[in-house]
């Protein structure tokens, strides 16, 4: 308690140049922790929109299916394994069939994925009960995105053309039943979803299946026959975590650049107080304090910068923090084309392991900064000191 008073007593006793050092120190706390609640919130809201309109607790993929391998569409469907299907008639998976073809809005050719959905399915919140509202025509439901693209609305027909099972080319109308917006584009870019048992009927594919999705609370069978191959959720989140570990590691670039000027300021402010404070020095061990005790305090010292930090930081930052993870973080309308499922707000997370993992590293990397200059004590004679000299 006593190297803790003194402590307190020599930083605030330095005024205006201690003051400095906690500001900037406090600018790199902020500005870590906001960064980081970016990629964080980034990662949360993406990873929550896939799991609730495409991936549910997890995928089974026909084994001969690959998401970017379009030649391998063709093959990929087969059989629903009997365990999957177990499931399914519990109402506890969908299946889901793919088939590529083609769309004509307004005469003109775009590829297109038709794919296949129960309309009565609950596992993903796909609005697909709307597929099963239209009797007199083949329903479909496209997403905004698409509708944007190819200027389609709500009741308009266009001419889709499919490959069946046969290798046939055939061509069929369909019925724009709704236009949902998502903001998961893996469900929505150049894709038609139609009812599951027309899909398979128009393509030759009776009771067959691209992948099988799982409900958020199903458990994965024990064992699948072969043929269908189990995704979990590390594997379908594996690419967008990759990205935000990308994100994060270019911005730690930043991170160290703040440091290193917070912490430049503070070896600066240690080197100069040991010159400055030479004949306390002297005085201070040949009252019998050990030069490890003075070591000590003026680390100590240093390290009280970082607290002193965190203090002033939490005074602003805290409202910061609470105010972007309300209001958000507005986005450019660009950001759609990178295929992020996060719309045009963003809202950063600031989980109390980011807060107390970014103090940890600052008050470490503060501390062994201030430790450094003061080794030349170990080697500082008292009479030395106390004539103003650093041997």
């Known amino acids: 308690m006593l190297m803790f008073k003194l402590a307190l007593r020599n930083i605030l006793g330095a005024g205006l140049r201690t003051w400095l050092n906690v500001i900037v120190l406090s600018f790199s706390f902020v500005a870590i922790i906001y960064m980081q609640g970016i990629y964080d919130g980034m990662q949360d809201q993406a990873s929550q929109a896939e799991i609730q309109f495409a991936y549910g607790g997890g995928q089974y993929w026909h084994a001969a299916y690959d998401p970017y391998d379009p030649f391998s569409l063709q093959d990929s469907h087969g059989k629903i394994a009997p365990e999957l299907q177990d499931k399914i008639n519990d109402g506890e998976a969908t299946p889901v069939l793919i088939v590529q073809g083609s769309m004509y809005p307004n005469g003109r050719l775009k590829p297109v994925l038709l794919k296949g959905i129960d309309p009565a399915q609950k596992t993903v919140a796909i609005p697909s009960a709307v597929l099963a509202k239209e009797k007199d025509a083949i329903p479909a439901l496209i997403g905004a995105r698409t509708a944007r693209n190819s200027g389609l609305k709500i009741g308009d027909y266009v001419t889709i053309r499919w490959r069946d099972a046969n290798g046939t080319f055939d061509a069929q109308e369909v019925k724009i039943m709704e236009i949902m917006n998502t903001l998961v584009q893996s469900i929505d870019n150049g894709q038609i979803w139609m009812p599951l048992e027309q899909l398979r009927q128009l393509s030759g594919m009776p009771d067959e299946a691209t992948l099988v999705i799982l409900g958020q609370e199903t458990d994965s069978p024990a064992q699948v026959s072969l043929g269908w191959v189990h995704k979990d959720m590390d594997f ?30 503070i070896f600066d402010t240690q080197v100069l107080s040991l010159f400055r404070r030479r004949k306390e020095i002297g005085t201070l061990v040949s009252l019998g304090m050990t030069r490890v005790q003075v070591i000590k305090l003026f680390t100590f010292e240093g390290a009280m910068h970082g607290i002193l930090a965190a203090g002033v930081a939490a005074l602003y930052g805290i409202p910061l923090f609470i105010y972007s993870a309300k209001a958000g973080w507005k986005l450019p309308q660009v950001t759609e084309g990178y295929g992020l499922s996060i719309g045009q707000t963003l809202f950063p997370v600031f989980g109390a392991g980011l807060v107390v993992g970014t103090i940890f590293l600052v008050m470490i990397t503060v501390t062994i900064v201030s430790y450094l200059p003061t080794r030349r004590i170990l080697k500082l004679k008292p009479t030395d000191a106390l004539r103003g000299k650093m041997s």
């Open 236 to 265: 379908l989140l594996k690419d967008l975590k990759q990205l935000v570990k990308t994100k994060t590691i270019g911005a730690s670039v930043m991170y160290i650049a703040l440091l290193l000027l917070a912490m430049l300021a």
